[in-house]
Each structure stands twice: as C-alpha cells, then as structure tokens.
C-alpha cells in the first residue's frame, strides 16, 4: 500500500524554518517534494550553527528530511523556462520568502494559476494584510508580535520568547493544514488556490487561551493567575509564571536534587477530582475537611500556598519517584525533561519520534521523526539532499535533455 500523499507532488522553494517544517511533513506523509535551492549557496541554514565544518549543519538536515534537493535560479532565462515546467507539473508550490520576493522572480500568483489552474500556491509570511506586511520576520519576532512573549515569563519580570518554534514550526504546522484541505477541494472543483498563513496569525492562534483571559479580565481579577489576591492586574493580560492555562490550577514545583540538577523539577496539576488523592499523599489529609481548602474556589486564593506544601513533599522525592507516585493516583502531572532525557528515551525511538538517520558527510545523527502518525502510511525518515544532488534526475523527468541541462548549467540557472 502507498503513502497517503502518493503521487502529489511538491515544488518547494522553502528556506530557513517555518517553510521547510511544512514541506518536510508532506514529505513524510508520502509527497514528493523538489526543494529549489540557489545555485552555489542554497538554503542559507546548509551553513548557519555548524557544528561540523564542511557538512550540512543539523539546523538543515533536521528540516529537510525525505526531500529532494535541485538548484535552480528562476531569474535567469534557462531559469523561467525549467521553472515554468516545475509549475506546470507540480500540484502544490511552497514558498516563505520575504514579501514581494517571488513577484520579483516573475511569478506572482496570478501567473502561477494561468500556468497551471490545480496549482495549490502556499505561502508563509510574517504578517498579514495590514501595517507590517512588507516586514520580514523571524521566529522570536512572531513570537513577540503574536502575543506569546507578553504572556510567558515570570509575574513582575521581562517577556520571554520560549523555546518551541511556535512562530516558524507553529505555522509550517499551519500550513500543512491549509494545504491539505487545497488538495481536498481540488477534487471537487477542480482548481487550486491559494493557502497563505501569517506567522503572527499562527502564533495568535496557539496563544488563544490568553485572547480569552483579555476578556474575561473585564469582568474581575483572574483569579488562577499568580497575581491573584494580592497582586495588581493592569489592563491587558499579565505574565502568570507557570500558572496552568485550563480550569485546573497548576505549578512546576521541585524535586529532589534541583540543588544540582536544573531539570530536576516536575509540573503537578491540582485536578478538582484528584485533589483528595493529592492532599492525602502530600500529608494534608485534613484539607478535605477545611473550608479553606476542600473547594476549588476556597483555594483559588490559597493556590501558592498549596503548591509550596505539595513542593515540600516533591522536594523528597526524584521526579520518577513522584510520577510513579501520583500517576496511580489519577494526579495529572509531567516532569520536567532535558533534551538529553529525550533523546535518550527508548520509548520515543520505538515510535520514531526521535530517530537516527545516515548521512554521507556528517554521519548518523538524531533528528525528531513525524509526530503525526498515520496507521497505513508510516513515516520513514530518509536524510536531507546534498545541495543539487537531484537537479539533474528531476530535469531529465520533466523532458530536458542533456543539451539543455548543459545549456542552463552555463547560464548558471541551475
Ligand atoms: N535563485 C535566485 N534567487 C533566489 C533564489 C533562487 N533559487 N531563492 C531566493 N532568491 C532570492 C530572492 O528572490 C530574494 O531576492 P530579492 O529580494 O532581490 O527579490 C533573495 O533571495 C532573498 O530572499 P529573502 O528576502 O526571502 O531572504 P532574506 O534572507 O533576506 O530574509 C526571511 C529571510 C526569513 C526574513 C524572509 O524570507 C521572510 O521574512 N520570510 C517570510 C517569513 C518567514 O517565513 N520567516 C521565517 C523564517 S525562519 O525563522
């Protein structure tokens, strides 16, 4: 049996994150995607954080993987002539440049669809419509201008980006979405169309919770937010440390060793029907009969001091120790794990969500495989092309001959 996304295939002129992210997920759900490098220098991240001279930095191949690489300079005259048949015989183009880049090439999207009417055309950009929208942006901007910055950080203290690339691999996520549901409706109509996703857009789109809170906040102090009773609540949304986002209240509390061990720390969730478990656990058997703690709203205003004696009792226990403690007890809690407790841990590599792949510069490395998993289209996670490893196998393909592949060679279009 096939791959789901057998037979579609991808002209993907990604760069950097965000693109890459989207692309390289249809390509693990089966497509085949053609990534378009510049001749000569290709996607700028092939160079950047290298950790090995000479080879393809991780930052390339973990983002690149099961693609096929060309180069290709649409600028020139041999250019637009091979670009011209990519378009026609693609179903879905990806581009993430900045805004106006691709009209610049000489295909905008309108001479995209007079090319090729089922071309699903997908763009990323920083902005939509509106005062930023010819500005380029990178992750840590989307994550400022999409409202996750002024709602992470510590009560009182700076706003601070996190370490997901919610702001790149967020909207690649985004964009596949969008793109799938293109390739839905082709069926039905017949004809592609655009599918574009703002990085502000999709991060706004995963800080929801906190679009909510904004309102909820002109009805009164937001009572599971660490600023609750004492503190001072402005007009927008403040910065609630690691205060839980749901109706549960939640704090990331210490275990033993995080005198020495920065990751040493697990998150408990204080579950209205776990919560007698909880109590009994930690030795505060006599909450359930108090009325200052045995309702969720009696606690509200008590939450710290809650987290501070479940900290107490944490705090003499590994975080293993404390999971195998609170699980059977149906208590919602995760500890804190390092990347280096992740990409050890053997249950993520029977899945392939953490994998090892060859690669014939840099050797075996580690990279996250597709954490969406199909039951009949299992991802297998192949390495990143070299730069122009396939130009010539996907020229030959879409009808060059060996005398207009050396004829584009000189020009320097490929
Ligand atoms: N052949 C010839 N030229 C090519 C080419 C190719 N194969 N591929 C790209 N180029 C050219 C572009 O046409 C563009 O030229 P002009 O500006 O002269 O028209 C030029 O390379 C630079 O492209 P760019 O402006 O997209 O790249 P940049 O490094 O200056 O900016 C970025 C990078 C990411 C800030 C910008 O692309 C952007 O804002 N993208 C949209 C948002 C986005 O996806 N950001 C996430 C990036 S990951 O953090």
Redesign the pocket.
């Known amino acids: 049996m096939g791959k789901a996304l057998d037979g579609v295939r991808i002209l993907d002129?990604t760069?950097?994150?965000?693109?890459p992210t989207c692309t390289q997920i249809l390509a693990w759900f089966g497509a085949d995607v053609i990534k378009?490098?510049?001749?000569g220098e290709g996607d700028?991240t092939r160079g950047q954080l290298r950790d090995k001279p000479g080879v393809d930095s991780l930052y390339f191949t973990m983002l690149n993987s099961n693609k096929r690489g060309i180069?290709?300079?649409?600028?020139t005259e041999a250019?637009k002539k091979i670009f011209t048949k990519l378009i026609e015989t693609c179903d879905v183009m990806v581009e993430?440049?900045?805004?106006?880049?691709i009209d610049?090439?000489g295909f905008p999207w309108e001479t995209i669809q007079k090319i090729n009417p089922r071309m699903v055309y997908a763009s990323?950009?920083?902005f939509g419509p509106g005062p930023f929208e010819d500005?380029?942006?990178?992750?840590n901007v989307a994550q400022c201008t999409g409202g996750a910055a002024s709602t992470t950080g510590e009560m009182d203290s700076v706003p601070l980006v996190t370490g997901a690339q919610i702001?790149?691999s967020g909207?690649g996520i985004h964009l596949v979405a969008g793109i799938l549901a293109a390739l839905l409706h082709r069926e039905k109509s017949g004809r592609g169309q655009r599918v574009t996703v703002a990085?502000q857009d999709a991060v706004l789109n995963l800080c929801r919770v906190k679009l909510r809170d904004q309102q909820r906040l002109a009805h009164g102090p937001l009572k599971e937010y660490p600023q609750y009773p004492n503190g001072e609540f402005g007009d927008a949304v403040p910065r609630a440390g690691n205060a839980s986002g749901g109706g549960h209240p939640g704090w990331i509390v210490k275990c033993k060793g995080w005198e020495t061990d920065p990751d040493a720390y697990i998150y408990v969730i204080a579950q209205l029907q776990a919560f007698p478990e909880l109590a009994k656990v930690i030795g505060h058997p006599e909450w359930l009969d108090d009325p200052n703690f045995n309702t969720p709203e009696a606690r509200l205003p008590r939450l710290m001091h809650v987290f501070c004696e479940i900290e107490k009792w944490t705090m003499t226990k590994t975080k293993k120790a404390v999971m195998d403690i609170l699980n059977p007890l149906n208590v919602p809690c995760g500890p804190i794990l390092s990347m280096k407790e992740l990409a050890e841990e053997p249950a993520l590599r029977a899945t392939g969500t953490v994998v090892e792949v060859d690669h014939p510069k840099r050797g075996t490395y580690l990279t996250v495989g597709n954490p969406i998993k199909l039951s009949d289209s299992p991802a297998d996670v192949k390495r990143s092309p070299l730069l122009g490893e396939h130009t010539e196998e996907v020229l030959r393909e879409i009808g060059l001959s060996d005398a207009d592949i050396q004829a584009a060679r000189q020009q320097g279009a490929i």
């Open positions: 002129m760069h950097v994150q965000s693109g378009v490098e510049r001749p700028p180069t290709l300079n649409p600028k250019g993430n440049f900045a805004p106006g880049a610049r090439m990323i950009k920083g500005c380029k942006v990178y992750e702001g790149d909207t990085m």
